[in-house]
C-alpha cells in the first residue's frame, strides 16, 4: 500500500507537469490554428529565469514568480514582430515556429556552454503523512497545476475576455465584424501559452538538470497530448496531457525502461487511429 500511494503521487506530480505544459500549447494551438513547434524553448526560457536567479545570488524563488512573466513578454514580442506574418499558411507558420525555436535554444545553449546546471528546490524537504515522505516542492507543482486549470478555464469562460476568446475561435470574420480585435486577442492568447510554457520550466527545472535540451524532452509528448486530447477544446489537451503523463511515468514500472517510451506512442497512436478527433470534440474553450 505504501509503495502504491507513492507510486500514484510521482505519477501525479509528473502528470502536473505535463498538464502545464501542454495547456499552454493547446490554447495555442486551439485558437490560432498552429503548432507552436518553439513552446519546448519556451519551457527552457522559465527554467533559465531561474538559473539566472539562482545564479545571481537571489536564490531560485524570484526566478520562479518572475518567469511566466518574463516569458509571456518574449511570447507576446514573438508573436507581434514573426509569427503573426505566418498565420495565413499554418505549414509556414510551424516551420518559423521551429526556427524561432532553433535559435533559442542554441543561444541558450552558448550561454550556459553545452553544460548541465544543477537548481536547488525553492522548498526542499519532505513532509510526513501516516509515515510516509512526500516531497514539498513535488506537492507544489500538483497544487500549482490545479490552481492553474481552475483559473484559466474560469478565465475562458467566465470572463468578456474568454468570450472574445471563444466568438474569435468560432468565427474570426464574425468576431471582426462585431468590432473585435482578433489580432490582438490573437497576440495575448500566445503571450498566455507562453507564460504557461515559462511556468512549467520554472518548476521542473529542480527536478531536471537544466541544459539547452530539456524543452524538448517534453515537447514531442505535448504534441500528442494534443492529438490525443483535440484540438478546439479546453478540457482535451488536459485529458490528453493526463494520459500521455501517466503512461510516461507508469510505464517504466511495469516495462523494461526502454520500452515504455515507444510504448507510450504506440497506444497514443492507436488511440488517435480509433478516435482521430480526440477525446472531446464539444464544449470549445
Not at 472531446?280 to 474553450?285: E, F, Q, S, Y
Request: hydrophobic content about 55%; some cysteine; aromatic content about 10%.
Amino acid at each position: 500500500m505504501d509503495f502504491t500511494i507513492k507510486f500514484i503521487f510521482d505519477i501525479a506530480a509528473f502528470t502536473s507537469v505535463m498538464v502545464l505544459i501542454v495547456l499552454g500549447l493547446g490554447v495555442i494551438a486551439s485558437m490560432m490554428g498552429i503548432f507552436n513547434f518553439a513552446h519546448g524553448e519556451l519551457v527552457l526560457l522559465g527554467a533559465y529565469t531561474v538559473y539566472l536567479s539562482d545564479e545571481y545570488g537571489l536564490g531560485p524563488w524570484p526566478g520562479v514568480i518572475a518567469a511566466p512573466f518574463v516569458v509571456g513578454l518574449i511570447g507576446l514580442v514573438l508573436e507581434r514582430t514573426i509569427i503573426r506574418r505566418f498565420y495565413k499558411v499554418p505549414i509556414i507558420a510551424m516551420l518559423g515556429t521551429y526556427a524561432v525555436g532553433l535559435i533559442i535554444r542554441e543561444i541558450v545553449r552558448g550561454l550556459l556552454g553545452g553544460h548541465y546546471k544543477s537548481i536547488p528546490e525553492p522548498i526542499e524537504g519532505a513532509f510526513s503523512v501516516g509515515g510516509l515522505e512526500f516531497s514539498w516542492w513535488r506537492s507544489l507543482i500538483i497544487v500549482t497545476t490545479l490552481l492553474v486549470i481552475a483559473g484559466s478555464y474560469l478565465l475562458l469562460s467566465r470572463t468578456s475576455i474568454g468570450l472574445r476568446v471563444r466568438g474569435a475561435l468560432e468565427n474570426p470574420m464574425l468576431a471582426r465584424a462585431c468590432g473585435i480585435s482578433t489580432g490582438t486577442l490573437y497576440a495575448l492568447t500566445f503571450a498566455f501559452g507562453a507564460a504557461l510554457a515559462g511556468l512549467a520550466g520554472a518548476l521542473i527545472v529542480p527536478l531536471y538538470q537544466l541544459s539547452a535540451d530539456i524543452g524538448i524532452r517534453f515537447l514531442v509528448q505535448a504534441f500528442l497530448s494534443v492529438m490525443l486530447g483535440g484540438v478546439g477544446t479546453f478540457e482535451g489537451p488536459v485529458l490528453g496531457a493526463a494520459a500521455v503523463g501517466i503512461m510516461a511515468s507508469g510505464l517504466p514500472w511495469l516495462v523494461i525502461p526502454v520500452l515504455a517510451d515507444p510504448l507510450v506512442f504506440v497506444i497514443a497512436l492507436a488511440i488517435v487511429r480509433i478516435r482521430p478527433q480526440g477525446f472531446i470534440t464539444v464544449g470549445r474553450l
